[in-house]
């Protein structure tokens, strides 16, 4: 198949999200030399968002960007486990709230340094692999609500300890 610079033939020079000929209605991560990821359908034009923020949440062949976009799921659902054991909602025999108010953090804490270090990992990829906005999104979530555990494990152990 040859490539030249007409309508019908994109320019498959650089990495981007490209069109299939094969498969019409149909885009898959190109890195400049092969296609990479699995196809996915062309974003709606006419949806809320614009066809290139639709592929930049996308992580594509980016492993680190699927990672970070899973610890945003992690690092909201870590949010919720905090907040049912800070109110006594969960508790667990024999163990003292405190116990659990302190493990919570650090489960969310670790999900929060993990998702920080795979958005990092996923936007220095991101040129060659695509899923630049999913891993900054990534980032950002893992910085609001991340830090917040880290911050208060800090703050405990140079209070003393619980």
Do not use: C
């Not at 486990?81 to 953090?105: R, Y």
Request: glycine letters at 10%.
């Amino acid at each position: 198949m040859s490539l030249d610079d007409t309508d019908d033939n994109p320019d498959r020079s650089g990495a981007g999200w490209q069109p299939m000929v094969d498969k019409p209605g149909y885009e898959q991560w190109f890195d400049g030399a092969e296609w990479r990821g699995r196809p996915h359908r062309e974003p709606d034009p006419f949806s809320a968002f614009t066809p290139d923020l639709t592929r930049s949440l996308r992580p594509g062949p980016n492993r680190a960007a699927r990672v970070a976009r899973l610890g945003i799921v992690g690092i909201l659902l870590s949010f919720v486990l905090q907040t049912l054991v800070a109110t006594d909602t969960i508790t667990a025999p024999n163990v003292e709230q405190i116990t659990l108010v302190v493990a919570s953090l650090i489960i969310a804490a670790s999900i929060g340094v993990g998702t920080a270090v795979a958005s990092a990992l996923a936007i220095r990829a991101a040129p060659r692999l695509g899923g630049r906005a999913i891993a900054s999104l990534a980032l950002g979530t893992s910085i609001l609500l991340g830090l917040a555990p880290v911050l208060l494990l800090v703050a405990i152990g140079l209070a003393g300890g619980v």
